[in-house]
C-alpha cells in the first residue's frame, strides 16, 4: 500500500493533466465532450459514496435518492422558480442535504447489511414521488423542456449553455472542488476517526468517539456531494427522470467505487471512467447490454474484489 | 364505498401475500448465509417463465407444481457456483453479485422469452367471479390466498419439526456449532436456498396468473419484501410474513384514499418503524446491527 510520496505526486499531477486536457483529445480517440463531462458527474457521485464506503466502512446502497434530489432540485428551480442555474444547484444540493439529515437521523444507528437494506428501502420513496407526482415532476416521462442558464459573471458571460466544452470545465471546477474538501476532510482528524471506525468500531467507541454522530455527519458529507453530482449530472442532459432516483442507480455507484478501488482516493475516479465507457460502448453493440453489465459486476466481485487500483498497488 | 374499500383491503391482503412469500425466501436466505438476495425477483420471474413454457404439455396443474421445483434447482447451481464464494465476505460483495444475477436473470428472460407481456392462462372455472355483488371475489384470487396460506403453514411446518429445519434454525443461532456437530453446512445453505428460491417461484407462478407474465415482473416485489423484513424485524419468520401482509394492506387501503402515494406509504410506514421500534415489530435487539 505504501506508495512513495514522489510517485503519489507524479500520479496526481497525471491524474488532473488527463482531465484538464480532455476536450482537447476526447473526440480524437472516438469519444466526445459530454462522455467526459459524464465521467466526471459519476466520478464526484461514486467518490462521494466512497467516502462514506471506503473510509467510514458503512455500506450505502442507497445514494442514488440522494443523486436523484439534487438533480430534480436543480431542474425543479430552473423550470418553475428562477432560470439561474447556480441557484437551482444550490436548491438541488439543499435537497439532498435535508432529505439525508432526516433519513440519517433514523438509520444512523443501524450497521453492515441492515444499514444497507434500509438505505435501498428508503431510496424508493423519493422514486416513488417523481414518479408519481406528474403534474410537477413530469412522471416517468421526466422533466424536461428547460436547460442550464449561462452563467454571468459581471464582466463576461460562461456560456456553458450552447458550448459543450465551456461546461465540462465548469462541471471540473465543482468536481476539483468537491475533492479537494473530501481529501482535506479526511486529512483531518475527523476523517482518521471516520477510518479508525472503519477499522474498528468497538476500540473506537471505547477511546470515547462517539461513532453514531461521526457517521452521520459522514453520510451527510457523502450525500451533499452526491447531490451535487446529481445536479451536474441534470444540467449535463438538460432533463431528469426517475431512473436517477432508482436502486439499479445506487448499485452502478457501488460498483464504480469497487471496480477502481474502494480502499484509494481515485479509485471512484477511474471506476466510473471505466464503467461509463463500457456502458457507452455495449449499449451502442448490443441490446442485451443489462446481461453484459450483470455479468460484469459477477466478474467483479469474483475476480476483482480489490478494484483496479487495489491491483496495481499491491504489484 | 364500502365494496371499494374491501376491494381493495382484499387487493391488498392478495399483494401482501406475494410480498409475504417472497420475503420469507428472502429472510430464510439472509438469517442462515447473511446474503441479501437481489436476484430474488429474477427466480421469480424465471418461475413464471418455466410454469408458461411447461403449460402446453404439463397444464396449469402439473406447470404450478413442476416450475417451482426447477426454479429452486436452478437456484441451488447459482448458489453452488457462484454465491457460496461470498459467503463470509463482507456484505457488499454478496450485495453487488447478487445485483448482478439479477439483471442477467431478467435480461435472460427477456432474451428467452420475449419483452413483450404475454398472457398466462388459468384455468376457466378458477377466473370466473364468485358473487355477484362482489365481484372481485374471483376464484383464482381466493385460490392464491388458500395456496399462499397453505404454503405458510407448511414452511413452518418444515422448520419447526423435520429434521432440515431444525438444523436451519440451530444454523440461524450458531452455525459454527452446528458445523462442528457434523452437518454438512454447505449442503445446508443450499437446502435452505432452494427453499428460499423455491417459494419465489411459486410466487412467481401465482403473480403470472394474475398479472400476466413479463421479464420485469419481480421488479416491483423485491422492494417491498426488503420493507416486509425491516418492519418484521430481521432474524424472525413470523415478523416478515405479518410485514409483508401489513404493507400489502396498507396499499390497498392507500389506493382507495390517494392511488398516487399507494407505493410511497409502505416506505413511511417503514420509517414510522424504525423511529418507535428500530429492530421491526417482532425482531431481537441487537440482530444484525
Not at chain 1, 48 to 72: K, Q, R
Not at chain 1, 281 to 305: A, C, D, Q
Not at chain 2, 22 to 49: C, D, P, Q, R, T
Not at chain 2, 247 to 259: C, D, E, L
Amino acid at each position: 500500500m505504501i506508495v512513495g510520496r514522489n510517485w503519489r505526486l507524479a500520479a496526481n499531477a497525471l491524474i488532473w493533466l488527463v482531465l484538464l486536457t480532455a476536450p482537447l483529445w476526447l473526440n480524437a480517440v472516438g469519444g466526445y465532450t459530454q462522455l467526459g463531462t459524464l465521467v466526471l458527474v459519476m466520478a464526484l457521485a461514486a467518490t462521494a459514496l466512497n467516502f462514506l464506503l471506503g473510509y467510514t466502512g458503512v455500506l450505502s446502497f442507497g445514494h442514488a435518492a440522494y443523486f436523484g434530489l439534487g438533480a430534480y432540485g436543480a431542474g425543479l428551480t430552473i423550470k418553475y422558480l428562477v432560470p439561474d442555474t447556480l441557484l437551482g444547484m444550490l436548491v438541488g444540493v439543499a435537497a439532498a442535504v435535508v432529505a439525508a439529515a432526516i433519513v440519517g437521523r433514523l438509520i444512523v444507528h443501524l450497521r453492515g447489511i441492515y444499514f444497507a437494506m434500509v438505505t435501498i428501502a428508503f431510496g424508493q420513496i423519493f422514486y416513488f414521488i417523481a414518479f408519481r407526482w406528474n403534474n410537477v415532476t413530469g412522471g416517468d416521462d421526466g422533466l424536461s423542456n428547460w436547460s442550464r442558464m449561462p452563467i454571468n459573471l459581471g464582466i463576461d458571460k460562461l456560456d456553458i449553455l450552447d458550448s459543450p466544452t465551456t461546461f465540462y470545465y465548469f462541471v471540473l471546477f465543482f468536481f476539483a472542488l468537491s475533492l479537494a474538501v473530501m481529501a482535506w476532510t479526511l486529512r483531518s482528524p475527523f476523517g482518521r476517526t471516520l477510518v479508525a471506525i472503519r477499522e474498528n468500531e468497538r476500540r473506537a467507541r471505547f477511546l470515547g468517539v462517539p461513532v453514531d454522530a461521526h457517521i452521520w455527519l459522514s453520510w451527510m458529507i457523502s450525500c451533499t456531494f452526491a447531490g451535487l453530482a446529481g445536479a451536474l449530472y441534470a444540467l449535463l442532459n438538460n432533463f431528469a427522470d426517475p431512473h436517477v432516483l432508482h436502486w439499479e442507480q445506487s448499485g452502478e455507484f457501488v460498483i464504480m467505487a469497487v471496480l477502481g478501488g474502494m480502499r484509494s482516493f481515485w479509485g471512484p475516479l477511474v471506476g466510473a471512467a471505466i464503467f461509463v465507457l463500457l456502458q457507452e460502448y455495449v449499449s451502442s453493440m448490443t441490446e442485451n447490454w443489462m446481461s453484459f453489465i450483470g455479468l460484469f459486476f459477477v466478474v467483479i466481485v469474483l475476480f476483482f474484489p480489490n478494484g483496479v487500483l487495489g491491483i496495481v498497488s499491491r504489484a | 364505498m364500502t365494496q371499494l374499500v374491501l376491494y381493495n383491503v382484499f387487493n391488498g391482503l392478495i399483494i401482501g401475500a406475494f410480498y409475504a412469500l417472497m420475503a420469507l425466501g428472502l429472510s430464510l436466505i439472509l438469517n442462515l448465509s447473511g446474503v441479501i438476495n437481489f436476484a430474488h425477483g429474477g427466480f421469480l420471474a424465471i418461475g413464471a417463465y418455466l410454469a408458461y413454457t411447461l403449460m402446453p404439455y404439463l397444464g396449469f396443474w402439473g406447470a404450478l407444481a413442476v416450475a417451482p421445483v426447477l426454479t429452486a434447482a436452478l437456484g441451488v447451481l447459482v448458489e453452488r457456483l457462484l454465491i457460496r464464494r461470498v459467503y463470509g465476505r463482507d456484505p457488499l460483495y454478496s450485495l453487488l453479485l447478487t445485483f448482478g444475477l439479477a439483471f442477467i436473470l431478467q435480461d435472460g428472460a427477456r432474451i428467452i422469452w420475449g419483452p413483450e407481456t404475454q398472457p398466462f392462462a388459468v384455468p376457466g372455472w378458477l377466473s370466473n367471479s364468485l358473487s355477484s355483488e362482489f365481484f372481485f371475489l374471483t376464484g383464482y384470487r381466493l385460490f392464491m390466498v388458500a395456496l399462499a396460506t397453505v404454503t405458510v403453514i407448511a414452511l413452518f411446518a418444515v422448520l419447526r419439526w423435520s429434521r432440515l429445519g431444525m438444523r436451519i434454525r440451530a444454523g440461524v443461532r450458531d452455525l459454527e456449532t452446528v458445523s462442528a456437530l457434523g452437518v454438512n453446512v454447505g449442503r445446508l445453505r443450499s437446502l435452505n436456498f432452494a427453499l428460499g428460491i423455491y417459494l419465489a417461484g411459486l410466487a412467481g407462478v401465482l403473480a403470472a396468473g394474475m398479472l400476466g407474465l413479463q421479464p420485469t415482473i419481480g421488479n416491483d416485489l423485491i422492494m417491498p419484501s426488503f420493507v416486509a423484513i425491516i418492519i418484521g424485524g430481521l432474524g424472525s419468520l413470523p415478523g416478515t410474513l405479518v410485514g409483508g401482509l401489513l404493507i400489502g394492506v396498507a396499499s390497498g387501503v392507500t389506493t382507495v384514499f390517494f392511488p398516487s402515494a399507494s407505493e410511497a406509504v409502505i416506505y413511511a410506514l417503514m420509517a414510522l418503524v424504525l423511529l418507535v421500534r428500530p429492530r421491526g415489530l417482532f425482531g431481537e435487539e441487537g440482530r444484525l446491527q
